[in-house]
């Protein structure tokens, strides 16, 4: 009985002491959001390339921060949704991801000192569409220092 007491001492402790509940290192887990900037020098366009998964549910993170969380649809396939950040010089991480559409794409890239256009894409063909043949579950980035324009 002794022994059953000195083991939870510390415990007791706890409790009493610092009003802890549980045994968790209270790290902060939550994730910060990436603000919009109209002004900004990343302007990011993302969209959903599938017919096949309309509409698709899109994360996209930014050196570890939430720029866009959102669902979208296919449209007529050429529609980009423009969101613009502020992202100071250097190297950035992107992560893009899907859990309805099955993908998830990594990606280090720079900001040197201008503007930059960047394009987010999810692709899913499961079959031969026209011209488009077969494409797996997948996204797509790329950047560059001038305007993309649509048709």
């Known amino acids: 009985m002794k022994k059953m007491f000195w083991l ?3 415990v007791l402790i706890c409790l009493f002491l610092t009003g802890c509940n ?33 509409p698709i549910d899109i994360k996209i993170y930014i050196d570890d ?21 502020n992202l100071p010089t250097g190297t950035h991480k992107i992560k893009i991801e899907s859990v309805i559409g099955n993908s998830i ?21 499961p079959e ?7 494409a797996p579950k997948h996204f797509s980035f790329d950047i560059k220092n001038e305007p993309y324009y649509f048709k």
């Open 8 to 10: 939870s001492l510390p």
């Open 128 to 134: 031969n569409s026209g011209d488009e043949g077969l």
């Open 105 to 125: 794409l990594e990606k280090n890239f720079d900001i040197i000192d201008n503007k930059h256009w960047a394009l987010a894409q999810y692709w899913y063909y």
């Open 22 to 54: 549980n045994f968790s290192d209270n790290t902060n887990t939550e994730i910060q959001e990436l603000s919009e900037d109209k002004n900004g020098n990343f302007i990011l366009y993302v969209s959903n390339q599938s017919f096949a998964i309309n």
């Open 65 to 85: 921060m939430i720029a866009v969380n959102e669902d979208f649809d296919v449209g007529i396939q050429h529609t980009w949704k423009p969101f613009q950040f």
